[in-house]
Structure formats: structure tokens, C-alpha cells
């Protein structure tokens, strides 16, 4: 039995929409029912909607994970948009800091194992420098280079910009439920921010995307506002010869806008 020809017509028209749908990439980023609430958004769009919520919010607590050639490296991070940060940093056997900024002072406090592992002193000069140190809040040398890191970590943006020049590349995923990790077996230390961990079974959007041999993936929420919920950045080439690519970073942001208290110690 033969068609009509306007049903034969429509039939290809819509024949042929689909396959271009489908060659340009269109689909994923079309579909409600993997997108919602963001069917009506491109990839790019989402995140840039995650971006500016996240960087908006008047306070958040982060808990990164990453490596250094020394190991593996923990980091529990409470800050604000008046610059006042809290950082507990663990850095597995070379041991842990506390660091404090408020009203843009700065003090640090770390454990034995930091103190020998960042002092240039050695022998009975190093042993009575580290007992001398240990678990006093000292005002950190220019040099230190563990209290730099702890610092540039208050930044969120130290953590955003690894996602925000390749937002463009972004592809949204499937709606999902956040996954508790395993536990720690590192704890905060006293005055630091407690878990930060978005709660096991958040609503969120999976978004993938890279460039430059780098990528990414993030989860968004899906409830509320569009906070960034968690960045997981692969490793990078070694763009800067050294023989040592960008490090994994895994972070996951959470208690968007919750106060926290920060008391300057003294030193």
C-alpha cells in the first residue's frame, strides 16, 4: 500500500531532522528527561549557571583531594567572600597544618611531621626547632611553601578555574544521586571546618568536558540553586617540562552561604 505524499513528505522531514539532531550532538543536550531541571540549557549554559551560583555564595566548605610527589594530599577548607578562611591540610607521612586568615592576617600551626619535613635545619638545631614549633600558631615565613598551599587553597577560585576556561567544551550527562565516599581516615583538626561533603543522595546533573589532554567532570545540583556540588579533574600533560602533569584534583563543595567562625589565634 502506498502513502500519501504529504505523509511521505512528513515522515522524511522528520526522518532527516532526527539524523541531524543526532550527527551535530544535539540530542544529549535536548533531552529532558536526562537534563531536568536544565532540558532547555546547553552543557555550557549549565555550567556557567553552576559557576556563577558557586562563586555568588557568601560562604562554602571545600574538601579537596589530590597528589604531590610527597603523596597523597587532603585539604578541609571553610571561606567566605570577606577573605576569612579556615584550612586543615593533611599531607599524609610529611604531616599536617592548621591554617587561620582573618582580616588578611595569616597564621599557621603544624604538626612535628611538617615541621621537620619543611625545615631547612638539620640535627640538634632541627630538634630543638621543631619542639620549639609544634603546635604553636606562628606567623608563616615568605618561604613556606606549605602555607602557601594552604592559602591558595581559600581561593575557590584556585579550584573553579580549572573548570571555567573549558567550560565551552561541556556536555551534560544523566541526572543522578550523589554517592557517599568512603570514609577518611584523616580528621579535622580542632577548629577546622568538620565534614565537607554534599549529603549521600543529592539530586545532581553529571557534565563532562576538557581540553588540552585534560578532562573533566562535575555534578550539579538539581534542587535549588545550581551549586557546583563536586569538580573531579583527570591528570594533565606536562606542559611545563618538568616531567610531572597536572595532578587529579577531586573537590566537593557544600554548606553554601552556612557561617563559620574563625577567632585569630595568637601567635
Known amino acids: ?3 500519501p505524499a504529504r505523509v511521505s513528505a512528513a515522515a522524511l522531514s522528520a526522518a532527516t531532522a532526527l539524523a541531524l539532531a543526532t550527527a551535530c550532538d544535539l540530542l544529549p543536550d535536548d533531552a529532558p528527561g536526562a537534563a531536568a531541571p536544565y532540558a532547555r540549557l ?3 549554559e549549565v555550567v556557567d549557571k553552576a559557576l556563577a551560583a558557586t562563586r555568588a ?3 562554602v566548605r571545600m574538601t579537596v583531594r589530590t597528589t604531590t610527589p610527597e603523596g597523597p594530599v587532603e585539604a578541609y ?3 567566605d567572600v570577606r577573605g576569612v578562611c579556615t584550612v586543615t591540610l593533611s599531607m599524609g607521612a610529611a604531616g599536617t597544618l592548621e591554617l587561620v586568615r582573618t582580616g588578611g592576617t595569616v597564621r599557621t600551626r603544624s604538626d612535628a611531621a611538617m615541621l621537620r619535613a619543611s625545615s631547612t635545619a638539620r640535627g640538634p638545631r632541627g630538634d630543638a626547632e621543631v ?3 609544634t603546635g604553636r600558631w606562628v606567623e608563616p615565613a615568605d618561604g613556606d611553601r606549605q602555607a602557601r598551599t594552604a592559602e591558595r587553597y581559600c581561593d575557590r577560585e584556585t579550584f573553579l578555574g580549572l573548570l571555567a576556561p573549558t567550560s ?6 544523566r541526572a543522578t544521586a550523589l554517592s557517599p565516599d568512603e570514609p577518611s581516615d584523616e580528621e579535622p583538626a580542632a577548629g577546622g571546618p568538620s565534614s565537607a561533603a554534599p549529603a549521600p543522595g543529592t539530586p545532581a546533573l553529571t557534565v563532562t568536558g576538557g581540553a588540552d589532554g585534560r578532562k573533566w ?3 550539579i545540583a538539581t534542587e535549588g540553586r545550581p551549586y557546583l556540588l563536586e569538580l573531579r579533574a583527570a591528570p594533565g600533560p606536562d606542559a611545563d617540562g618538568t616531567g610531572h602533569g597536572a595532578a587529579p584534583v577531586t573537590v566537593e563543595f557544600s554548606e553554601f552561604g552556612k557561617p563559620f567562625t574563625a577567632r585569630q589565634p595568637k601567635p
Not at 168 to 173: E, L, S, V
Open 57 to 59: 555564595a557568601k560562604a
Open 217 to 219: 567532570s562535575v555534578s
Open 42 to 44: 546547553t552543557g555550557p
Open 131 to 133: 619542639e620549639r614549633l
Open 77 to 79: 577548607v571553610a571561606t
Open 1 to 3: 500500500m502506498r502513502l
Open 168 to 173: 565551552g567544551t561541556a556536555r551534560k550527562g
